[in-house]
Every structure is written in C-alpha cells, then in structure tokens.
C-alpha cells in the first residue's frame, strides 16, 4: 500500500470528507424536514455550506486529532441540536429566518471542522496555501452535492438520522486513534512556529490518542442516553394532552407520522410537513366502512364518479364492472368509496408506510391490487406492454404533499402513457393544490389539454368569490370522449351518511372553475371562458422542459406556513 501515488490517498481523502458531509446532510434533513418541509428546510442551505467550505479554507490551526475528537462530538450531539433548534425557531412561522438560523448553528461548524481536519493529510503531498484549500473546499462541497444527487443512502428502515450521525462520530473516533500525532510547524524560514494548541508527542505506549478519545466517547453515551426525541412507548401522549402519536416511521417520501388531535377528535397521517389526510376517530375503528375526512379536499377527487361516460347506463348497477385506478393513496379516502361501491381498484403507491398505515390506522380495506413503487416507471411499462392489462375507467392521480407536486408525473409523456391504460371514455381527475392564475396551475391546465380533448375544473371551497391570493384544493377532471363532459347529480348512496360529503356535493354546479380563470386569473372575462391552443402551447411541460419545481417553490414556501395555522405547534413537533 505504501507504493500507492500520493493522488490516490488524494482521492480517497476527497470522496471520504464528501461522502460523509452528504450523509450528515441527510441526517439533518430528516430531523429538519418534519418541523419546516423538505422546501424550506432546504432554504439557504447550499449557501451556508459553501461559506463554511469558505472559512475551512482560511482556518489551519489545530492538530487532526483534536479536530477529529471535536467533529465527533459535534456529530453526537447534531441530532438532538437540529431538533431543539428547528422546533423552537419553526415557532416563530418564519421559513426564512428560522431554517437560516439552524443551518448556522448544526451544519455550518459541522463542514468547517470536517474540511478543517483533512489538512495534515494533505500537507504530505499538496502544498498548503490558501488557494489549494479553496480548491479542496470547493471540491468536497461538489462531490457532496454529487453524492447527495446519486441518493447512495437513502432513508427508512434502520437508517434514521440518529444512526446516521453516531455512525460518523464512529469513524472520526477510530480516525482519532488512526492519525498520525501532531508535529510542530514550520515557518518558511525554517524555524518552527508557536503552535496555537497543544501539540500530542509520540508516545512509547502508543496511547497518545486516548485524551482526544474520550471526550467523544461521552458524547456518544450521551447521545443514546438522549435522542433528538424521546423514545416512548406508542402510542406517546404530549404533556399538554393535546396531541397523541400514534405510530411513526420513516418512508420514502419523508418521516410519515399518525396522530390524533385530541382537541377536536381526529386522527391524521402527515409526511414531513404535510397532511395526507384525517378521519375523525371513532370511524377508523370499525373496517370496511367509509369514514368522514376531515377536508373535503380528500372528498372532491370522488366527483369522477359522477361524470357520465357512455359506458355507463345507470348509477350504481355497471360500476362493480369498473376499473379504478389510484395514483397517490394518501389515507385511502378516494380508494376507499371505490371499493365500497364494488369497483376494482388497483393502487399504486410510492411509500410502503403510507400504504401500511392507511390499512392499519384509517380502516382501508385491501385493494384488488397494490404497486409500492413510483407511478412514473409503472405506467410507462404497462404502457410498454403490446396489449395492456387492464383498462381504466376511473383514474384518480393525487400526489399534491408539502406544497408541490412531482413534476415528473405531470409531463405530456406521463399522460400519454397513462391514456394508452385509460377506456376511451375513460377519466382522469387530477389533483392540485394552489393559486388560480398561478403559473403551476397554467402549466397543469395546458399540458392537461394538451393531452386529452376536454377538461373541467372544479375546487373545494364553499364560498362564493375567490381571488389570485387564495390557496385552493382544485381537481381537474379530463376525458378523450367525444362527447361533452357532463356529472350526474349525486345521490343519498354517494354520500354514505357524510354530512360533509352532502354539503359538498350539493354545491357541485357553482365550484366550477373556467379555463380563463386558469390562464387569466382575476382579470378572465367571459370572453377567457376557452384558452385557446395557440395561447397555452408555450405552457406545455415536457421532459425536455419543465420548470414545474421552479415555479412551485414559493408556494411550498407559503404551504409550511398555511399549515402552521392550520394546526397549533404542537402537532408538528410530535414524530
């Protein structure tokens, strides 16, 4: 080993640091993403771990051991930090300030003493100056960024943030005890300099790494003494008797939680930030029945039914033959009416958890068929298949969570594979949360027309005027029949006893909105009822061209604080 080139250790060195700042940006993400949203808990986030490259670049002053012993202790104690931190500052309902705040305080000294602690290593080979470390610096922070984008680690099951961070404070540990000691420096006269720490001397013994082990060896018993939170039996009640945990785990689209609100009786499902759905408790309890959902969001999405296909000669009677199609299962709301009148229903789900705690906490009955994977890479390989299985009357696509939507599962090639599994008067209701007028919704509405011939819109809201300023739940209902889309009127069967079914489905007729107030916003006029192709093409998201993300980033922004007032704090700080 000892023939290997300089470059190589080089290398290795560099992948290492990198790697590890990518994994301790996850752990950190998965305390700080429940308390601020995988958006805002993101905010200025880059900038701070590049100032900190900044700084360890202009910082040369203490031994690599005495680095590594304190990067381990910063690395056990991180977990409860960010926790504390992020929810005390997430108190203020400021997305700005607040994540700013605790990057600062958890992230930034974390990467300055980790890129800090490399420079004895390198000095064998790469001459110290401040321009080489402004190189390294800014190499790690791009193969940390590399790393982050390749997803080598990702969350759930056994990999939380607290086994991420102790298992770092780990490896800088056994780094401790494999450095080499400490030197004194020289000056470029020769002579050596005063150096500004202790210097270790080589000792006979070969224990010369024992004071620097343990101070992070208490901190590594203190940190499984004390987690980021308190590991209570489940379910957990909070001392303020308001909000009760129910179960907890980490998932593919974030820390998802279920928990009760003892103040006004109902239990949720969140992912991170964002509400997934709720039913009022005592419905949960008995299976197989259809529960009330607290918003009528979650109930809006049941108006495809209603929609009167040609296949379709009377209410009830010819939908056990239909097929149902969930994409985005949420609590089961949707899913649950289906299988409740007999459809077949098959669901495609990307987070198991989810799966498993609408079946397990919010009374779903098992579907026809269930697919744990993304919906992106499903449908384009039934699509692929020369006859596809089966053909959907009823497609319900909901993926709204944490203030956007996947911008992958909304381009004209997704709706083109999903129209080769549709009946041809099959329907799709899509889902979106947001502005009317905003360029989400614009983009939605043209890409959506784009692929299918006719479209309705409808929202959820009961008031009677509604500006460009006002957050609403819209579905969009689109068909390839050649007919005009028409809804029949519901009737006592579609509202299972639900008063908040009956009330919304009364006002059907007034919740539509126009095309124009899409594309025009406030200012549409009669004369926008229709917009026309040649205005919206420019609209159109692609594969090739789609700033979906981009555009939805303030109003993920504005989510996290709609839903601070939705519920009090306390809620939000249980996971």
């Not at 150096?195 to 070969?206: D, E, L, S």
């Not at 379910?235 to 103040?263: K, M």
């Not at 068929?369 to 959907?392: E, F, I, M, N, S």
């Not at 205005?535 to 993920?556: C, F, G, I, M, Y």
């Amino acid at each position: 080993m000892s023939d290997l080139p300089p470059a190589f250790w080089a290398l290795c060195e560099l992948a290492a640091v990198s790697y590890g700042i990518s994994s301790a940006r996850l752990g950190y993400s998965l305390v700080v993403n429940p308390l601020y949203g995988s958006t805002a808990g993101a905010l200025y986030l880059d900038y701070v771990l590049a100032a900190a490259c900044a700084l360890a670049a202009l910082v040369n002053v203490a031994p690599v051991r005495y680095l590594l012993s304190v990067l381990a202790c910063m690395l056990y104690v991180s977990p409860i930090t960010a926790y504390y931190a992020a929810r005390f500052t997430a108190r203020w309902h400021d997305y700005q300030k607040g994540p700013f705040l605790v990057h600062l305080l958890v992230m930034y000294p974390l990467v300055v003493v980790a890129i800090s602690s490399t420079r004895v290593w390198r000095g064998a080979f790469v001459k110290d100056s401040i321009p080489a470390r402004v190189v390294y610096g800014s190499l790690v922070l791009l193969g940390s960024l590399g790393f982050n984008k390749l997803g080598l680690l990702t969350p759930g099951g056994h990999v939380t943030s607290t086994s991420i961070f102790l298992s770092l404070g780990v490896f800088c540990m056994a780094g401790v005890y494999f450095a080499p000691p400490a030197t004194a420096r020289t000056g470029s006269n020769g002579k050596a300099k005063k150096a500004k720490f202790p210097v270790a001397k080589p000792r006979p013994t070969g224990n010369a790494w024992a004071p620097y082990i343990f101070p992070s060896l208490i901190c590594f018993l203190a940190s499984l003494a004390y987690p980021n939170r308190p590991l209570q039996p489940l379910p957990y009640t909070d001392s303020t008797g308001v909000a009760r945990i129910i179960a907890a785990s980490t998932g593919v689209t974030g820390r998802i939680v279920v928990e009760e609100n003892l103040e006004m009786g109902f239990r949720f499902l969140r992912a991170d930030h964002s509400l997934l759905g709720g039913q009022w408790i005592d419905v949960p309890q008995k299976r197989g029945q259809v529960g009330d959902s607290i918003y009528t969001a979650f109930l809006l999405q049941e108006g495809v039914r209603f929609v009167q296909r040609a296949s379709t000669t009377s209410e009830f009677e010819d939908e056990k033959q239909d097929k149902a199609l969930i994409i985005g299962l949420g609590i089961g709301v949707s899913a649950g009416s289906f299988i409740h009148h007999g459809m077949h229903t098959t669901v495609v789900e990307i987070d198991p958890v989810v799966y498993d705690y609408a079946r397990t906490y919010f009374g779903l009955r098992e579907p026809h068929a269930v697919h744990l994977t993304d919906a992106r890479g499903w449908v384009h390989t039934q699509a692929a298949q020369p006859t596809p299985t089966h053909k959907y009357d009823i497609v319900v696509h909901d993926c709204f969570s944490g203030g956007s939507v996947p911008g992958h599962i909304f381009t004209l090639e997704f709706w083109g594979d999903l129209q080769k599994l549709l009946a041809p008067d099959g329907v799709v209701a899509v889902n979106y949360a947001g502005y009317l007028g905003s360029n989400p919704a614009r983009g939605i509405l043209a890409t959506l027309l784009a692929a299918f011939t006719q479209c309705r819109i409808f929202h959820d809201s009961l008031a009677t005027d509604h500006d460009d300023s006002e957050f609403l739940n819209m579905v969009f209902f689109c068909t390839n029949a050649e007919t005009p889309m028409t809804f029949r009127k519901a009737t006592p069967k579609d509202s299972f006893k639900s008063i908040m079914r009956e009330r919304l489905f009364e006002a059907w007729p007034r919740l539509e909105v126009s095309h124009g107030r899409i594309s025009k916003g406030s200012n549409a006029t009669e004369a926008d009822e229709e917009w026309k192709e040649e205005e919206r093409k420019d609209w159109v998201l692609t594969d090739a061209k789609n700033p979906l993300a981009e555009w939805q980033h303030q109003s993920a922004l504005e989510h996290w604080h709609l839903m601070r007032g939705i519920m009090s704090d306390v809620y939000w700080e249980l996971f």
